[in-house]
């Protein structure tokens, strides 16, 4: 079956300091792959998808095929920043979800 | 423009019952996916409607069914509830069905079966 794992169920770091969130997914085929994120309060929603090659908030995240992750990065992380963010792979026409990293940048 | 909404927000059902979940899709949007986030879990794929039909299933059984009306809201229900089916359910819509397209979630609704 295929899976989304997040090794970190919880990530501290100081504001203004590196971020990285990992993912690692298992699919043999072209996956599509996003990072949702669910601030406090509010609904979850799309921060990035790989296809689009975008960056977000100045949130950015590479596919690696070889290494089959998905991580997702910043440069200087903000308070602003503390939310709970998936990874989240599309195949055919089924959604697979990671468990979720916290992430709290403390200032 | 409307966001995606649901209801109920909260229920209590017990054991053997069945339940009927709600869900209004934004505005424009011609699909509809179902997800069941136990606690301290990801959301985990039910299964998606596109023009009222279904698209796609995750792994759950035969007892989680849905439907999806012309204006292109939608219902989940299930029939012969677990203790195991207390999660929160969300509903999250979207324009087209391939995966690359955005899906806006909507506040969810919180099942609990006792």
């Known amino acids: 079956a295929q899976r989304v794992t997040q090794p970190e169920k919880l990530l501290s770091v100081f504001k203004g300091a590196p971020v990285e969130l990992k993912c690692n997914y298992s699919?043999?085929?072209?996956?599509?792959l996003f990072w949702y994120v669910q601030y406090s309060r509010q609904r979850l929603q799309l921060l990035l998808r790989h296809i689009s090659r975008e960056s977000i908030k100045g949130f950015t995240a590479d596919l690696n095929k070889g290494e089959t992750s998905f991580h997702l990065k910043k440069p200087f992380a903000q308070e602003e920043d503390s939310a709970m963010y998936y990874c989240a792979l599309f195949y055919g026409q089924n959604f697979v979800f990671g468990p979720g990293t916290r992430l709290s940048v403390l200032p | 423009e409307t966001g995606v909404t649901q209801s109920p927000t909260h229920l209590i059902k017990t054991r053997g019952q069945q339940v009927t979940l709600r869900c209004s899709s934004q505005s424009g949007h011609n699909t509809v996916s179902w997800y069941q986030q136990a606690l301290g879990q990801g959301p985990q794929f039910i299964f998606q409607y596109y023009r009222e039909e279904e698209n796609g299933r995750g792994n759950f059984p035969p007892r989680f069914s849905g439907l999806q009306f012309p204006n292109y809201s939608s219902e989940l229900n299930v029939n012969a509830l677990e203790l195991d089916d207390s999660a929160l359910y969300l509903c999250a819509s979207s324009l087209g069905q391939r995966g690359y397209n955005e899906q806006f979630f909507g506040p969810g609704t919180r099942l609990t079966v006792l």
């Open positions: 699919y043999s085929g072209s996956p599509e």
